[in-house]
């Protein structure tokens, strides 16, 4: 279910009719699209690929769980190194949970255990494939060697379809110098892409109650040399909810995330003139989720109605 609001013209737009139907209540269709960046971290090397696939990319991802001397010996073409040992700390590279398939490679033994973590996170495994060079898999391959991994790491297709499209555009052309809040950023995939989509005059701040998760969004924002500050505070403690309905932004963005005290003062209080709201989350009977983080058709407009 998505919404998104804008305080000049109070405005809300249903999307979920437009999508089909999966665990999070809808399949995006849009792809992620933004100019890339060069990162200090990485070099050349990682600023080609990330533009090459920003342009090819058919979203289709490849999860290498060998450790990288074996990646560097051979792998599939366009596919993204994780080692098995790595995969828990480093989950904020992969593409959102719920919305994107993965292919894994790797020992049986690799396979049946990133399985467990992945799926227990919320990503579907499409296909898990044993890999070796005695493998028809690889002979089929075309493998490539070398070290470079492919970066996969994107924001939720719902927020990169509005930013990309008419509204994103509006808001940029009025607000030069705005402010982003991203609410429950978690690992700040989406943070890191709106700083990357608005440039460097903007202030993005990504909000989690989580110090961890604000630490590997601040590790993404440094290798895409973007900057994105990070604010630990609980927004349903007392203290956290008033700190941050004290703010004020052209931007407020959540996804996944749902407290509705939050998403009223956010149209009430913390939207500048002419802001805008984009906010995703589950539609009750969705599946695998808590009731406490859904919401019925409908019930977005009737949080969010001033009347």
Known sequence: FFAFFNSVTPTILNKASSFQYCPLGFKAVAKWHHQPLFSKNSGCEYFNYRRHYNETSNDHFCIDLRDLCDFSEFHVAHSTNIPLDQ????????????????????SKEQLIIARSVLT??????????????????????????????????KANDFLVEVLDGSWGLKLK???????????????????????????????????????GALERMESLAKKECVNVNALHVDVRSAAGFAEVCGLRADLVHACRFLDRRVLREAVGQMLRR??????????????????????????????????
């Open 120 to 153: 227990s996170h919320g990503w579907n495994i499409e296909k898990e494939t044993v890999f070796d060079r005695k493998s028809v898999s690889f002979v089929e391959a075309a493998p490539e060697i070398g070290h470079v991994s492919r970066p996969i790491w």
């Open 87 to 106: 995969l828990s700390k480093r989950l904020f590279e992969l593409p959102p949970p719920f919305e994107n398939g993965l292919t894994t490679f790797g």
């Open 274 to 307: 002419g802001g805008l709201l984009v906010w995703t989350t589950f539609l009750q009977g969705s599946g695998r989720v808590r009731p406490g983080r859904s919401m019925a058709p409908g019930e977005i407009r009737r949080v969010t109605s001033r009347g």
């Open 173 to 211: 052309q009025q607000c030069e110098a705005g402010v982003a809040l991203d609410i429950g950023c978690g690992a700040g995939r989406d943070a890191v892409h709106m700083a990357l989509a608005f440039g460097p005059k903007w202030t993005v701040t990504g909000i989690d109650n989580h110090r």
